[in-house]
């Protein structure tokens, strides 16, 4: 079975921390993407890589960085959390094209206090 | 550039009751849809998709969609909702090429009453 996987299922943390979310995927993908998901606003795209230690930046990268120095492994740094970065966190793999679809894994609550 | 619509964002329906959820899409290019689905607390799970070919989808759980490229439509449907069915489901749309992301609409959440 398919499978991306997000280190963890809660977090909290306090105000100007760095936080790290890690997601691996078991599928040899090429892409992964970082989403924010917040009521009434659906999922926002922070980040997306196409390619081991490629990145672009999605809708709304400020506060965000990322790294990806595995195929497998795509990590999301809040580099000072702030308490507006307390949100649902999900990581999604696909592999290219534009018929394919996205696996997501199960989503990041975190809270910043 | 293209994007999604979801009209209402939250539907209520009884149990047993026809489900419709309705996503218009604007592209300039012939588009590639899909319906995804969130139950509470987990990550989205893929309904169905639709690429070329034809135009009523079937999907996972019952439910189906149909392209209507003269309307811009992607509306899902399910005959008979049932209280599982309760869950938040987002129309996504494939853009540009084979590596950018999914472009989501901003979901529609689906409650089901007994």
């Known amino acids: 079975d398919v499978k991306v996987t997000q280190s963890s299922r809660y977090l909290v943390k306090r105000t100007g921390e760095k936080v790290f979310l890690e997601c691996v995927q078991d599928?040899?993908?090429?892409?992964m993407f970082w989403y924010r998901q917040d009521p009434g606003l659906g999922l926002r795209l922070i980040y997306f890589?196409?390619?081991?230690?490629?990145?672009e930046k999605g809708d709304i990268p400020e506060g965000y960085s990322v790294s990806r120095e595995k195929k497998e492994r795509f990590s999301l740094i809040l580099e000072s959390a702030s308490t507006n970065q307390t949100s649902m966190y999900l990581c999604?793999?696909?592999?290219?094209?534009?018929?394919?679809?996205?696996?997501f894994g199960q989503g990041t609550r975190l809270t910043v206090v | 550039a293209q994007s999604v619509t979801q009209l209402g964002s939250h539907v209520s329906v009884s149990e047993g009751a026809l489900v419709l959820l309705r996503c218009n899409y604007s592209?300039?290019?012939?588009?590639?849809l899909f319906w995804y689905v969130q139950y509470p607390n987990q990550g989205l799970q893929l309904l169905l998709k639709?690429?070329?070919?034809?135009?009523l989808v079937k999907g996972i759980n019952g439910f189906e969609a149909e392209f209507k490229k003269s309307e811009t439509s992607f509306h899902l449907t399910k005959p008979s909702a049932h209280m599982s069915d309760a869950a938040e489901y987002f129309c996504?749309?494939?853009?540009?090429?084979?590596?950018?992301?999914?472009?989501f609409g901003k979901g529609t959440r689906l409650s089901v009453i007994a």
């Open positions: 999604a793999s696909s592999f290219p094209g534009l018929t394919t679809e996205a696996f």
């Open positions: 599928m040899d993908h090429e892409n």
């Open positions: 890589s196409y390619d081991v230690k490629m990145k």
């Open positions: 592209s300039s290019v012939p588009p590639y």
């Open positions: 639709y690429t070329t070919g034809a135009t």
């Open positions: 996504a749309v494939s853009v540009n090429s084979g590596n950018t992301p999914l472009v």
